[in-house]
């Protein structure tokens, strides 16, 4: 079976495995408390120029939402989202299991506008409501599209004048920085956001994802936090020691160019399909893609590929997603074409 399931189902890239094994009988403090993750946090802030910014190493993308979601909301605050946002969609209601409302906006392309934002804003104005405090943006989106700097700044200038915290879910955030016509820096993104988080799980490392405040101030009690929703990994230094690996070299490091490697091969396997006539759902230029099938294609394709179901179209069509990974190869992708 051809596999295009999701970007997370191989392991972890050979550099990465290499300094697990190469550390694995040393001996450290427990919970991240080693030199490893000091030493990996160090490396973030110098790849984002911020030499203050505090840095959490966290096991997946659902305990970051929510802990972080927890940490910074007020029992009766609730946070702004597209319907798409994997908070919405794929967390199982986890963050109001925590007590807090996740108010959502509809949209075409997965992105959150000013002018949407603004409208949930004065739709819940007073104490008979939940109060939007934050606003919460996925870069890349769950639909593959990714944020301008033009976008990003209005967002953050519209938050912090009107005192709205804005988190950045960076699950696949590699991939929306190595995209084709992107415009943001991670620096950019340190400059712009009050909390983001680097993912590893979709990019190349067994787990985790490193949880950036760029804010300092909402940092304050956070390992209390984590470790109330059960999620301070005893041995945090493997989540060191992987992202020391992933990170180190800067703009020349493992994360960006196995982002990249995605990226190629989802758009190299679009174009393609363009040149044989299909259509797509969206805009992506990410390494998820949503082509139209007809459901016979899809019926005879499900035996030989792994992908998701995306949403029906008509009675005859539907849209699946092709999502590539650190170890997708061109020869595979080939193989895909042919069955196409």
Known sequence: MLFFMN?????????????LEETNFDN??????DPYCEKAKDTIRQLIQKPNAHVHFMVGGTPTNVITIAQLLKPWQGVIAPKTGHIYRHETGAVEATGHRVIIQPTEDGKLTVDMIDGLVKEFEDEHTVFPKMVYISNTTELGTIYSKAELTAISEYCHSHDLYLYLDGARLGAALTAPGNDLTIQDIANLVDVFYIGGTK???LMGEALVFVNEELDKDFRFMIKRH?????????????????????????????????????NYLKDELLKKGYEFVGNSVTNQIFPIVTMKQHEELQQKVLYEVW?????????IR???GFGTTKEEIDELLKLL
């Not at 972890?12 to 495995?17: C, F, M, V």
């Not at 450290?28 to 408390?33: E, I, N, S």
């Open 230 to 266: 059960n999620n301070l990994l005893a041995k945090g230094r493997l989540l060191g020691v992987q992202f020391q690996a992933l990170l180190e070299g800067g703009d020349d490091c493992l994360w960006y160019k196995l982002a990249k490697q995605e990226n190629d091969m989802a």
């Open 203 to 205: 990019n190349g490392i």
């Open 28 to 33: 450290t403090c427990g919970y991240g408390d």
């Open 311 to 319: 949403k029906q179209i008509d009675d005859e069509h539907i849209s």
């Open 7 to 19: 970007d997370y189902g191989q392991g972890a890239h050979p550099k990465i495995l290499k300094a």
């Open 322 to 324: 092709f999502c590539t």
